[in-house]
């Protein structure tokens, strides 16, 4: 009790503070890409130990330094949206159980991002969040505290970059994202191709707030309780649950049968075997995937079908048109048309 207390205290005498699991996605981002951890703690004036076993409390300044140093030394300045990328619950403290609770409950993502607002004050100080809505759609507006900092660029690319994956780890489900905002200005090293692949959505900068929208629909998504990739004692059904998972966080690339069964930790005859007996194939999980998250981005994103296309793993616009059609009996375009005018 007494540890706990101190912590306590000092939480709320460092009025500036993330905690320390925050700064992991930091360092798994800076180490994917070939980045050494002690030039990183000499660059930060830390030490590779504080780095390995963070404090239970880290000042903002420290935060900030960490991120700077680790974009400077990979000459990386896209780092914030990789970190948000590489975020997970286990990273958000108190926060993230909760969020893990929500999610043993099947609650929806509308009860998720309640906890974050409620919550986030208690795992860091970097700004606060809010959820407006926007005609039909929703708006969660995250106002940044130290947006005139370095930093600031990282830091709200990396929120709202993890904002986005953490709900598409909770649902199971990639979020069709219709608009990212930033406040601050256009970068001069802006390519659309990455923040598209960061984002999965048309970003707009120098704007009046940090936000992502959303469709209003997507707040009922329920919660799914995704199993780990080990399948060491999982049955066959949820390897198959497994698999749709893995496939949905890796369309961009075209997953093939070989590779998820590696993330997964089996042999691609194994896997196989297992899928038969469940009555389905790789092949077929593929595509149920592919169709179900081209139906969602068709009717709740801005996004154009070639777009979709790309991000579903489709080299040609027209291989993917042939692929829906032949999945949902309609073209993209026709059945975006009768799916919207249904949910208008």
């Not at 919550?119 to 606060?128: K, N, P, S």
């Not at 608009?179 to 704007?207: I, K, L, M």
């Not at 929208?213 to 999982?234: C, E, Q, T, Y």
């Not at 198959?240 to 966080?249: F, N, R």
């Amino acid at each position: 009790m007494a540890s706990k207390s101190a912590t306590d205290t000092s939480r709320h005498q460092s009025l500036n503070f993330v905690v320390g699991p925050y700064i992991q996605p930091i360092l798994i981002a800076y180490l994917q890409q070939g980045g050494r951890l002690s030039e990183l703690a000499d660059a930060a004036g830390v030490s590779d130990l504080w780095m390995i076993t963070p404090p239970e409390i880290i000042a903002v300044e420290e935060y900030f330094r960490l991120f700077l140093s680790a974009s400077d030394l990979l000459q990386d300045p896209l780092l914030g949206i990789k970190t948000g990328q590489s975020a997970g619950l286990e990273n958000f403290d108190v926060l993230g159980e909760a969020l893990a609770n929500l999610r043993a409950k099947s609650l929806t993502l509308g009860h998720a991002l309640h906890q974050v607002m409620t919550l986030e004050r208690l795992v860091h100080r970097l700004g606060t969040s809010r959820i407006e809505s926007d005609g039909g759609n929703i708006r969660l507006i995250w106002r940044a505290h130290f947006q005139q900092n370095k930093a600031a660029r990282l830091v709200c690319e990396s929120v709202l970059a993890g904002i986005i994956h953490l709900a598409e780890q909770l649902t199971g489900r990639l979020i069709p994202v219709m608009e990212v905002c930033f406040v601050h200005s256009r970068p001069s090293d802006y390519h659309e191709a990455e923040y598209q692949h960061g984002f999965r959505a048309q970003c707009r900068f120098s704007q009046g707030n940090n936000s992502i929208m959303f469709a209003a629909d997507v707040l009922a998504w329920p919660l799914k309780n995704i199993a780990r990739p080990s399948v060491a004692g999982a049955t066959a059904g949820q390897v198959v649950d497994q698999v749709k998972s893995h496939i949905g966080k890796n369309l961009l690339n075209s997953p093939k049968l070989p590779q998820i069964a590696a993330i997964l930790g089996q042999s691609e005859r194994s896997l196989q075997r297992q899928l038969k007996q469940q009555g389905t194939s790789y092949q077929q999980l593929l595509a149920d995937v592919r169709l179900h998250h081209a139906q969602d981005y068709l009717q709740y994103s801005n996004l154009s079908v070639l777009q979709i296309s790309q991000l579903l793993g489709f080299r040609e616009q027209s291989s993917f048109n042939h692929f829906f059609l032949r999945g949902s009996g309609l073209s993209p375009k026709k059945w975006q048309e009768v799916n919207r005018a249904g949910t208008g």
